[in-house]
């Protein structure tokens, strides 16, 4: 991985992607009745920022971005919390880039990236759960749900990124070698 700043095409990718998971999360709004729903378009675009930029703290900065957007034009409800429930899962993201092997192949580190985002917001319900004073067993039983639903639709998403990020490199959209 790159450890330099972000030059213009990458912060320009880093608000594109952030941009368009607000976008597409506002025009939808999918009321599905499925915990975990979310993950999938949250997945999606947090993958594609890190296969694209492919530097550190990219997919923080994406979520982080989304989230101010997402809280200033009131998509969602939340208000400030909207920046913890679109960060936390990218910045768990980031940290397990640190103890993720580059030599795993792309489609597995994205797998692996989409459990540790599903599992950061999982956990936000979790806290939100006890915060509000419902018992442990039924915060439980609502994280595994979340959990479960979760990580499907986030596993949905990951395996979409890999030909996506394919078809970007081979029409020379990104220049990302170690794809």
């Known amino acids: 991985m790159n450890n330099k700043g972000f ?3 990458d912060a320009l990718f880093i608000g594109f ?6 976008a597409l999360k506002g025009m939808l709004r999918l009321k599905l009745g499925l915990s975990g729903h979310s993950m999938f378009l949250m997945s999606f675009f947090y993958l594609i920022c890190y296969g694209a930029v492919g530097k550190r703290g990219a997919i923080s900065l994406c979520g982080l971005l989304a989230g101010m957007m997402a809280m200033t034009l009131g998509v969602g409800k939340g208000g400030p919390f909207l920046l913890v429930k ?5 910045i768990a993201m980031d940290i397990c880039l640190l103890l993720l092997p ?3 192949a792309l ?3 994205c797998i692996i990236l989409a459990l540790v985002g599903t599992l950061a917001w999982a956990s936000k319900g979790l806290i939100e759960g006890l915060l509000a004073g419902l018992s442990t067993q039924v915060v439980a039983l609502q994280f ?3 959990l479960l639903f979760g990580s499907f639709f986030a596993l949905l998403a990951a395996m979409l990124v890999p030909p996506v990020l394919e078809r970007l490199r ?3 959209l990104i220049d990302r070698e170690e794809i």
Request: hydrophobic share 40%; aromatic share 8%; charged share 15%.
């Open 7 to 9: 030059n213009l095409n």
């Open 17 to 22: 992607c952030a941009t368009l998971l607000v």
């Open 86 to 90: 679109f960060g936390l899962p990218a």
């Open 102 to 104: 580059s030599l795993l």
């Open 107 to 109: 489609k597995w580190r």
């Open 144 to 146: 595994g749900k979340s």
């Open 170 to 172: 081979s029409h020379d």
